[in-house]
């Protein structure tokens, strides 16, 4: 059966109102978390800079006093800013997990390959949900947080970003960024096929074996395995930072399509009863 578009905003129509509920309540409790950071940083900073106003208000300038205030302030958005990536990074990876949580019992497997689409057309229902969905989001809730941070404490980090939008193509703050936004995409990306792979308790499972698979590296790293590299000379090679920039992110990138390809095969050979889940 070949994809349709027609049957494919049937399918979508009929899947948003069958599990609307459950979508509203993971984006609700996605931008809660967000929105939760953001006042209790918030309030840490306004009780902190308010008493620091008061005890330092004699001792310096008013100019000398503003720049002091305003550190505070750019510190506390630079928390708020990594502790939203780290949030990012762990609702990404729960998406991921949930992407073919509709296949973790033979009732729902039963109910999933009868309905009347494609393969494909279910397939990128998941996608377009846990993915497309997921990262909208995710977008909306940092954008929030920001918000609240702004009005708040007013946060410099986020507006001083938007003041040097011309200059943030430059430089390692670029690197870092693109960098940091692939690395979530892709741990999105591991934990959608950890989900076709282990429909039930899916993250946990694909939790463990990340973890068995970094004690792995670290100990072929320990035991020398790599002693035979010149990492100096891969230093010094990677040294202006750029061509290592690209050789990450295009193995970073074959990575998530090669996962998500993965995870579609693996999806289109799932059979309704399974051998090793038969509940």
């Not at 306004?46 to 720049?67: P, Q, R």
């Not at 729902?108 to 689409?117: C, D, G, N, V």
């Not at 393969?119 to 918000?147: D, P």
């Not at 999105?188 to 499972?205: D, F, H, Q, R, V």
Request: proline residues 1%; charged residues 10%.
């Amino acid at each position: 059966m070949s994809f349709s578009w027609s049957r494919f905003k049937a399918l979508m129509k009929s899947d948003f109102l069958i599990n609307k509920g459950t979508y509203l309540k993971l984006g609700a409790t996605a931008i809660g978390s967000f929105i939760a950071l953001a006042i209790l940083i918030s309030i840490f900073a306004m009780n902190d800079i308010n008493s620091f106003i008061k005890l330092n208000a004699s001792t310096f300038g008013s100019s000398s006093l503003e720049e002091l205030v305003q550190s505070r302030r750019y510190s506390y958005s630079c928390t708020l800013l990594v502790i939203s990536f780290w949030i990012v990074s762990i609702v990404y990876t729960v998406f991921g997990s949930l992407t073919f949580s509709s296949l973790s019992s033979k009732k729902q497997r039963i109910s999933t390959f009868m309905l009347p689409a494609s393969l494909s057309e279910k397939f990128f229902l998941r996608m377009l949900v846990y993915l497309v969905g997921g990262t909208l989001t995710l977008l909306i809730g940092c954008t929030l947080a920001i918000l609240i941070a702004q009005f708040t404490f007013a946060g410099s980090a986020f507006i001083n970003i938007l003041k040097d939008w011309d200059h943030i193509w430059d430089g390692a703050s670029f690197y870092i960024t693109m960098l940091g936004g692939i690395s979530v995409i892709l741990g999105n990306a591991i934990y959608t096929l950890g989900s076709s792979l282990w429909p039930k308790l899916s993250w946990i499972k694909t939790w463990l074996v990340m973890i068995v698979l970094q004690w792995i590296g670290g100990i072929f790293l320990i035991t020398g395995l790599f002693s035979g590299i010149d990492f100096a000379y891969l230093v010094k090679f990677f040294d202006s930072g750029e061509l290592l920039f690209w050789i990450l992110t295009s193995i970073m990138t074959i990575m998530i399509i090669v996962c998500w390809c993965v995870a579609w095969r693996r999806f289109r050979n799932t059979q309704i009863i399974q051998r090793f889940m038969t509940k």
